[in-house]
């Protein structure tokens, strides 16, 4: 059949699901490289540092991990992104971040419209990438049950926890409840690729998929589903999980099968003293099938980050 090839090709639509650190710098630094269209969806619902008091002072969403996204999608020079980061240490300032300020300020002068601030922000970046909250209900916080029957409340309180690390998390949800971002859902039903992860397990990805409709949207897609294991496990969340373990209780939440698990296969041995937090490797099973792909995730052997390169060199060949 002949093709055109004067016609150009639509870009695929990429969706990036997470929190914190890991997706940003490990996905969003190459990926925005490629030719693809992204659209991240954040989790909104911490409860600690600025983007915590913030919230709590505000009754906004949590903007520490928009901010993150933001940032990294930006065509600002480095010494603006540097800018942007910068945190304060002295004053009535001490400990927040500009950028979550600059956040609330386009909130509140976009009259504390999220869907008018999130045009304004998302004008900063290029007309193919977008950024979006899970959901724009600011009220809602994250709640576990662990398995001595404890509740916890607060990501903050799973993510840095004050109760025996080594307890499981048997249950986690949303209260009170919270509906999907209307725009993020909107995206979310027409991706080619859905791409979750990497980060916690439970304080960073489950909580997204906890919004209510979040699962639906994935469903009515057609998108590619696929979920970047972490490298290494984190106190508190996933202790002694291996590679499986991981991606069950992300369909567990997500209720719908994941096509693809990118996971490491490099044997890493990581100092306790470097990051306390990460606690040991996340072991491979034995009975994988082929919708697990192995690769040599982590930079080095003595450091567990995730390799960029490597990674989306692994979810480009997966999305075409």
Do not use: W
Request: aromatic residues 8%; charged residues 25%; glycine residues 6%.
């Amino acid at each position: 059949m002949f093709t055109n090839p004067f016609i150009k090709k639509e870009k695929k639509r990429v969706i990036c699901i997470g929190g914190g650190n890991a997706m940003p710098s490990a996905v969003l630094s190459k990926l925005k490289d490629e030719k693809v269209a992204i659209t991240v969806v954040s989790a909104v619902l911490d409860s600690g540092g600025s983007s915590g008091k913030l919230r709590k002072e505000y009754n906004v969403l949590s903007f520490g991990d928009l901010r993150r996204a933001f940032i990294e999608l930006s065509t600002f020079d480095s010494f603006t992104k540097k800018v942007l980061n910068h945190r304060f240490q002295s004053g009535e300032l001490k400990g927040h971040n500009l950028g979550n300020l600059f956040m609330l300020s386009v909130y509140e002068t976009a009259g504390k419209s999220y869907g008018e601030m999130f045009r304004r922000v998302n004008g900063y970046l290029k007309d193919d990438f977008k950024i979006y909250p899970s959901t724009a209900f600011a009220s809602s916080q994250l709640n576990a049950i662990l398995e001595n029957g404890e509740h916890v409340v607060g990501e903050t309180n799973i993510d840095v926890p004050k109760h025996d690390p080594e307890l499981k998390i048997k249950k986690l949800f949303l209260s009170p409840e919270a509906n999907i971002c209307s725009y993020a859902g909107e995206e979310i039903e027409k991706a080619d690729a859905i791409i979750i992860g990497p980060g916690d397990i439970y304080s960073s990805l489950v909580q997204i998929l906890l919004v209510d409709g979040f699962a639906e949207a994935v469903k009515k897609s057609k998108a590619k589903l696929i979920y970047v294991c972490n490298v290494m496990n984190k106190n508190g969340e996933s202790n002694g999980f291996t590679v499986k373990d991981f991606a069950l209780e992300i369909e567990k939440y997500l209720k719908k099968r994941l096509d693809y698990v990118i996971y490491n296969n490099r044997r890493v041995v990581k100092s306790q003293k470097d990051n306390p937090e990460l606690i040991s490797m996340v072991e491979i099973d034995q009975d994988l099938d082929d919708r697990y792909i192995g690769r040599e995730l982590a930079v080095s052997e003595s450091n567990p980050m995730h390799s960029p390169k490597v990674l989306v060199s692994t979810i480009m060949d997966l999305i075409r």
